[in-house]
């Protein structure tokens, strides 16, 4: 959490008394507006260290700016019944314009995904970064290459972090099959139980029944704090969680409000109102994430597949929780965690064309050092691609066959292939059989 509290502004009625009056504050709006930066949407904790258009005072400036902002109410409510709102600056429609164009239903399909062999192998690489991110921000504790291991070949997983990476992979890959589907409370309890299986530091047996998949009772209250005991947030109570996720599903599934909400504004809303309402006594920063993935992919955002949030909000954390406070005490905008979110898609989006860019640069690369080898497939180019810079990998025929989703047969023929060629090395791990990634691969490449 971030290390202390933003400022809360001061209340609205008072500034009003202190500037003048609602007429001599509007007559300010002018100067305030050809004075504004269009590219930022200050909170007072922030606005009050700049310094403010000539002839203003931070308290004139800062209601000038509070009266500008035209508001949108949602129906998610603060603990205090008050609604939530947003509104809708340059900033905010340049960004979700610009996501639009580059990851809406109509969007132009980057040239790494257009084909089958390669869209599978992007597809199963995201999943894999988004599961690992996401659990690391939870608190698992593995490398990404036994995370990865563990994916591919399908062992168990042997902790508790290597079982939070499984579930989130497991649980991306259900919201992909669940796209087409409305959002239900039993949906979002059923996301929630695959997220947290087996992963909860106290179960808290409920009627002989572990918390996984189930609502935070009357009496569990839970707050949002730090080591030093500063509250960041109280959840609403307990009581309220099952007429509260009734009302979040009406929302994902476009029933309310009656007004339109811009697809990607519906989905990090969502992402808010659960992180929000905080109705599980763990595992909510995750189920929230998953929802807005759904969110994504029901409306149409199909490149989210192959995108990943989490390993963009997991660099600048500070920032995500701090959008996350800003809106909370800022009386109920919206606003500062849409901005931040959508600067996180971009990144992300970013991220994404440049790690297609880059791959297509590694197997042009190395097509041209394999330009004196003849027959090899596609399947094998990538793990060669992989094997360059990992010495002593070893695979195995089921990792090769669950990553390229083809028959044991193909796989082993594969992997056998490259050994009789010299570019592995095979060899036993007990009845299994492996092959290992010589320490001077590149050397036994054509130059």
Same mark, same amino acid.
């Given at each position: 959490m971030p290390s202390r509290l933003p400022r809360r502004p001061p209340p609205l009625q008072e500034l009003l008394e202190r500037c003048g009056g609602l007429q001599e504050t509007l007559s300010l709006l002018s100067l305030v507006a050809s004075a504004a930066e269009s590219d930022r949407y200050l909170h007072w904790d922030e606005l009050r260290h700049r310094p403010p258009p000539q002839g203003l005072s931070h308290e004139q400036w800062w209601l000038a700016e509070k009266l500008s902002r035209r508001p949108t109410p949602l129906p998610l409510l603060a603990s205090d019944h008050q609604p939530f709102w947003f509104s809708q600056p340059p900033v905010l429609l340049q960004g979700l314009h610009q996501i639009d164009r580059q990851a809406g239903i109509n969007a132009v399909a980057p040239q790494g995904v257009t084909s089958r062999s390669s869209r599978d192998r992007y597809l199963l690489s995201s999943l894999m970064e988004e599961a690992i991110t996401s659990s690391q921000m939870e608190g698992a504790a593995t490398t990404r290459d036994v995370a990865k291991a563990m994916i591919r070949s399908r062992r168990p997983p042997r902790d508790r972090s290597e079982r939070m990476i499984l579930n989130n992979f497991l649980t991306m890959q259900r919201i992909r099959e669940l796209r087409e589907q409305p959002l239900t409370p039993e949906l979002v309890l059923d996301l929630h139980r695959l997220v947290t299986k087996d992963t909860l530091d106290d179960p808290d047996r409920l009627l002989g029944k572990e918390f996984a998949g189930r609502l935070r009772p009357p009496g569990k209250e839970v707050v949002v704090d730090d080591a030093y005991g500063t509250v960041f947030h109280v959840p609403p109570a307990a009581e309220e969680l099952p007429g509260r996720l009734e009302e979040l599903c009406?929302?994902?599934?476009?029933?309310?409000?009656?007004?339109?909400i811009h697809p990607v504004v519906r989905a990090i809303a969502l992402h808010f109102w659960l992180a929000y309402d905080h109705p599980f006594?763990?595992? &909510?920063g995750r189920t929230a994430r998953a929802l807005f993935y759904w969110a994504m992919l029901h409306q149409g955002y199909w490149l989210f597949e192959f995108i990943s949030i989490s390993s963009v909000i997991n660099k600048a954390r500070g920032q995500y929780e701090r959008s996350f406070l800003f809106s909370e005490s800022d009386d109920n905008d919206l606003t500062y965690f849409l901005l931040a979110q959508?600067?996180?898609i971009q990144q992300a989006i970013t991220s994404l064309h440049t790690y297609l860019e880059r791959k297509a640069g590694e197997v042009g690369a190395l097509q041209q050092r394999l330009?004196?080898?003849?027959? *090899? &497939?596609?399947? $094998?180019?990538? *793990? *060669?691609?992989?094997?360059l810079s990992h010495s002593g990998f070893r695979y195995s025929v *089921?990792?090769? $066959?669950?990553?390229?989703?083809?028959?044991? $047969?193909?796989?082993?023929?594969d992997l056998q292939k490259l050994a009789t060629r010299g570019l592995l090395t095979a060899g036993k791990d007990g009845r299994r059989e492996v092959f290992r990634v010589p320490e001077d691969l590149a050397a036994r490449l054509p130059a």
């Open positions: 009406r929302f994902a599934n476009g029933e309310t409000p009656k007004v339109f006594c763990d595992g &909510n959508v600067k996180v330009e004196g080898m003849e027959g *090899l &497939n596609h399947r $094998q180019l990538a *793990l *060669l691609r992989h094997a *089921l990792c090769h $066959q669950n990553s390229h989703g083809v028959s044991h $047969q193909t796989a082993r023929s």
